[in-house]
C-alpha cells in the first residue's frame, strides 16, 4: 500500500539492470517448473511402468485411464472431504478463539505465543504426536475417554474405518486451527472500535454488529487464511501417511498419497506423470485466478 | 460496583477459558516430549503415566550413539544453504518487482502460484530428473530443489517489505553516484534488514519441516530429520522412544527460533496480507 511504490521515477527503470535481477530466479523457477513439466508432458505420452519401459509413443491412453479409474476419484472425494470439514472448522475454532483474546487480557502474548506453537511443528511430527495420542492401549486419548465414559475405552483410531477419518481431523485441526486464530486476532484487532461502540449504542445487536461491520472489515484477511488453508488442505499429506498411511484399504486416501503410491511405490510412472500433469495444470490455474480475486499481490 | 464485579468476574472466565484452551493445545506437545523422557516401561505401561518418575535422557544418548541424530545436521546444512540461497536470488527478483514492476501483477502471481501446487505432483518429475542426473540423495539436489521452492516465498515477502520502504532515499543514493547494486546492498538490504530476517526465518523452517520432498529425494546418505522419524514407524512399536527423541531434536530449535520471531509471525504465514 506504500505510496512509493506508485511513484514513477524513470530514473530508475534501467531495462537491462531490472531483468538482471529476475533472471536467476526465474532460471530457477524454470528448471524446476516448467522443465520438468514438459518432461512430465512427455513421459504421460509413453508407457513406462515398473515392468516395462516402453517409451513409445501412447496417444492420450494415460488420460483417458485416469476417468476410469475410481481409486484416483475416491483419492480427490476423500481430499474434497478432508478440505470441507477441516477448513469450515478451523475457521469457527480460530474466529472463536479469536473472539476470547480479543478484548484486554493481562498476559494475552504468552497466551498466543504458545498457542502458535502447533503451527510451527512439521505437519510428520504433529502426526507422529497423534498416532502416540491415539494408541489404543498406551495413549492418553482412550484413557481420557475412560475416564469420561467410566468404562474402558480401547478405540482403535488409527484403524477402525469409523475412526480415522475423526483421528486425521483432529489433528489437522489441532496443528491448523491456531494459524486462523492468529490470522483472525490481529484482523479483528484492526477493527475500528469507534465505529464498534457508535454501531451499540445505536442498539444493533451482537450478530448484527457481527455481520455487518466486524465481517466485512475482516473479510480480506478471512479470504487469504481461507484460500492458503484450503490450498494446503488440498496437499494433505504428512498426517495422513503418519497416522494411516491412506489406510485402511486405501480408506484415507488423498490426491497426494494416491500419486505417491501410484509413482513411488507402484511405479506406473507414465500414469502417475499424466495424474502430476493435471494437478499442476489445474492448481496453477485456480491459484492464479484465486489470487487476483484476492487481490493479495496490491 | 457492581458492574465492576461483572467485569472482573467475565474477565476471570476468560482467563479460565484461556488457560484451559491453552492446555489443550499444549497437550500433545507436551506428550510428544515426555515420552522421550521415560523409561521404555514407562511408555508401555497401562494405564498410561502421565509424567515419568525421573527424567531419563537415554533416547537421546541413542540417537546420537547410532548417529541418527546427524539427519538433524543434514537438515540444517540443506535448510540453511537452500534458505541462504533463496533469499539472496529472491530479494533482488523482489526489489525488480516491486521497483521496476517487472511482469506486473500477473507475474507476481504466477510466482506465488508455483508454490501452491502439491509438492507430490512437483517431486515426481524432479525425481525421475534427478535419477538421470545422479541428483538422488544428495545434497545438492535437495538444495536445488528446496530453493526452488521457497523462491516464491522469499519473492513475494520481500517485495511487499521492499515496497513498504521510502524509494526517496534510492534516489538520493543514485544521485550521489551509487551504482546500481551498491544502492541494494548499502540502502535497501539495511532497510528492510527485518524483513529479510524474518522472511529467512520462514524460509528455514520451511525447508526444515518438509517432509515430502526429503522422502522421495533422500536414501541414506542426506535423510534429514522429518525422514528419519518415520524409519521408526510401524511394525514394532518399541520404537516409540526413538520416534518422539528424534521429534524432539527437530522442534525444539524451531520453537527457540519462533519465540524471538512473534512480532513477524502473523506476516510470515499469512503471506504478508497481515502487515502486522
Known amino acids: ?298 | 460496583m457492581k458492574r465492576s464485579r461483572r467485569r472482573s468476574l467475565r474477565l476471570g472466565l476468560r482467563y479460565v477459558a484461556a488457560i484451559v484452551l491453552t492446555l489443550m493445545f499444549l497437550f500433545p506437545i507436551y506428550w510428544l516430549f515426555m515420552i522421550s523422557f521415560k523409561t521404555a516401561d514407562e511408555i508401555f505401561s497401562y494405564p498410561p503415566v502421565w509424567w515419568p518418575e525421573s527424567l531419563q535422557f537415554g533416547s537421546y544418548v541413542v540417537l546420537f550413539k547410532d548417529g541418527d541424530a546427524a539427519t538433524v545436521g543434514n537438515s540444517l546444512i540443506v535448510a540453511g544453504v537452500s534458505t541462504a540461497l533463496a533469499m539472496f536470488l529472491g530479494t533482488i527478483c523482489a526489489y525488480s518487482l516491486a521497483r521496476f514492476k517487472t511482469g506486473g501483477e500477473n507475474l507476481a502471481n504466477w510466482i506465488i502460484s508455483q508454490r501452491m501446487v502439491p509438492p507430490v505432483a512437483i517431486v515426481f518429475p524432479v525425481f525421475l530428473l534427478y535419477v538421470w542426473f545422479g541428483l538422488v540423495d544428495t545434497y545438492f539436489g535437495l538444495i536445488l530443489l528446496y530453493t526452488a521452492f521457497n523462491l516464491p516465498y522469499v519473492i513475494w515477502m520481500m517485495r511487499g517489505y521492499i515496497l513498504d520502504i521510502p524509494i526517496a532515499l534510492e534516489q538520493a543514493a543514485l544521485v550521489d553516484g551509487y551504482s546500481r547494486w551498491q544502492v541494494l546492498w548499502k540502502v535497501v538490504f539495511p532497510m528492510c534488514r527485518a524483513g529479510l530476517f524474518a522472511t529467512a526465518i520462514f524460509t528455514f523452517v520451511f525447508a526444515w519441516n518438509d517432509f515430502i520432498f526429503a522422502l522421495v529425494l533422500t536414501r541414506t546418505e542426506v535423510t534429514t530429520y522429518t525422514v528419519q522419524v518415520t524409519h521408526y514407524f510401524g511394525g514394532q512399536s518399541n520404537l516409540w522412544a526413538k520416534i518422539s527423541a528424534m521429534s524432539v531434536l527437530g522442534t525444539v530449535p524451531i520453537f527457540i527460533v519462533v519465540a524471538f520471531m512473534q512480532k513477524y509471525l502473523v506476516r510470515g504465514i499469512s503471506l504478508g496480507a497481515v502487515k502486522g
Open chain 1, 1 to 298: 500500500m506504500s505510496a512509493a511504490g506508485t511513484i514513477k521515477k524513470p530514473q530508475l527503470a534501467e531495462q537491462g539492470f531490472k531483468y538482471q535481477l529476475i533472471a536467476p530466479s526465474i532460471f530457477v523457477l524454470l528448471l524446476i517448473g516448467i522443465f520438468p513439466l514438459v518432461y512430465l508432458l512427455i513421459v504421460s505420452f509413453q508407457g513406462i511402468t515398473m515392468m516395462d519401459n516402453d517409451t513409445s509413443f501412447h496417444g492420450l491412453r494415460n488420460y483417458a485411464a485416469l476417468f476410469g479409474d475410481t481409486r484416483l476419484w475416491e483419492a480427490l472425494l476423500h481430499t474434497l472431504l478432508f478440505t470441507a470439514i477441516a477448513l469450515p472448522l478451523e475457521l469457527i475454532l480460530g474466529l472463536l478463539m479469536a473472539q476470547l483474546f480479543i478484548d484486554h487480557l493481562p498476559g494475552r502474548q504468552v497466551f498466543v505465543a504458545l498457542l502458535v506453537l502447533p503451527v510451527v511443528i512439521a505437519p510428520i511430527v504433529s502426526g507422529a504426536t497423534w498416532s502416540l495420542m491415539f494408541d489404543n492401549r498406551f495413549g492418553p486419548i482412550n484413557q481420557i475417554i475412560g475416564w469420561l465414559t467410566g468404562e474402558e475405552a480401547t478405540l482403535l483410531w488409527t484403524i477402525s474405518p469409523d475412526l480415522v477419518y475423526p483421528a486425521i481431523l483432529v489433528a489437522e485441526i489441532w496443528q491448523w486451527t491456531p494459524f486462523m486464530f492468529l490470522l483472525l486476532l490481529a484482523a479483528l484487532s484492526g477493527v475500528d472500535k469507534s465505529q464498534l461502540e457508535a454501531a451499540s449504542i445505536d442498539g444493533a445487536g451482537y450478530w448484527r454488529i457481527f455481520f455487518r461491520i466486524v465481517l466485512p472489515a475482516i473479510w480480506p484477511v478471512m479470504a487469504v487464511a481461507i484460500l492458503i488453508r484450503g490450498l494446503d488442505l488440498f496437499r494433505l499429506f504428512d498426517i495422513v501417511w503418519a497416522l494411516t498411511r491412506g489406510g485402511p484399504g486405501t480408506m484415507t486416501e488423498t490426491i497426494s498419497i494416491f500419486t505417491y503410491v501410484k509413482g513411488f511405490q507402484q511405479f506406473e510412472t507414465s500414469y502417475t506423470a499424466a495424474v502430476a500433469l493435471i494437478i499442476i495444470i489445474l492448481l496453477s490455474l485456480v491459484v492464479f485466478l484465486a489470487l487476483r480475486r484476492v487481490g493479495l499481490s496490491r
